[in-house]
């Protein structure tokens, strides 16, 4: 899928969940951005990023989002800040979307042969 159709579809999804949803598209996409949100407000948050594992440092695994050149953030969202982060366990359980656009570890180790784009 291009950018341009991914950018479409989150749009789309925007439109359905309405004026509670918040899209950070394109460089509002930071790992700063999504920091600051208040994550407690939300019961579904979807991300679609490129990702990457870390097998001997497990924790070390992450997204790759945008750098907010005013913050000190690296753009990386790593497994050790996402479990600090303070998510909605009040009203259910929250329900966190990653879907990981081919990542190198799903190259290097499930699938060799996948095609990189």
Known sequence: ??????????IEVNDIVGKDGVVLLGTDA?????KSASLVDFKIIH???????D????ERS???????PTSHDDGLLQVREIIR????ATHGC????????RDSYYRQKVSPEAPRR
């Open 47 to 53: 991300i679609a990023a490129h990702g990457f594992a």
């Open 1 to 10: 899928m291009t950018c341009r159709r991914l950018a479409k579809k989150v």
């Open 30 to 34: 930071t790992e700063t951005a999504f």
């Open 85 to 88: 982060l303070r998510f909605n």
């Open 55 to 58: 097998t001997q440092f497990p």
């Open 62 to 68: 992450g997204l790759v989002l945008g750098v907010d």
């Open 94 to 101: 929250t329900v966190v979307l990653l879907p990981l656009i």
